[in-house]
């Protein structure tokens, strides 16, 4: 029986490995749930667009002058991602 346990558990545990790896790590994972704090970010090259996002990471790799706009809080100018 604790063997089955055992082996659950490592099934388990190598399958978030799997899903985190196909989903680009803990960053891109971050990025894909919604943003509790109620936040999003502008970029010129998207104009007239809230995208999703609450930390400047999320914001688009091809995104000019990203500005993470979060509900409690100023904005703030994200750094060019690379």
């Given at each position: 029986?604790?063997?089955m346990?055992?082996s659950l558990?490592?099934?388990?545990?190598?399958?978030?490995?799997v899903?985190?790896s196909?989903?680009g790590?803990?960053e891109?994972a971050r990025?894909?749930?919604v943003?509790?704090?109620?936040?999003y970010?502008?970029c010129?090259?998207?104009?007239?667009?809230?995208?999703?996002g609450?930390a400047c990471?999320c914001?688009?790799?091809?995104?000019q002058?990203?500005?993470?706009?979060?509900?409690?809080?100023p904005p703030?100018?994200?750094p060019?991602?690379s």
């Amino acid at each position: 029986m604790a063997s089955m346990k055992l082996s659950l558990a490592v099934v388990f545990l190598l399958s978030a490995v799997v899903v985190m790896s196909a989903m680009g790590g803990a960053e891109e994972a971050r990025c894909s749930v919604v943003c509790i704090q109620g936040g999003y970010i502008t970029c010129d090259n998207y104009p007239y667009q809230k995208l999703d996002g609450c930390a400047c990471e999320c914001a688009p790799k091809d995104g000019q002058n990203c500005v993470l706009h979060l509900e409690h809080g100023p904005p703030s100018n994200c750094p060019p991602q690379s």
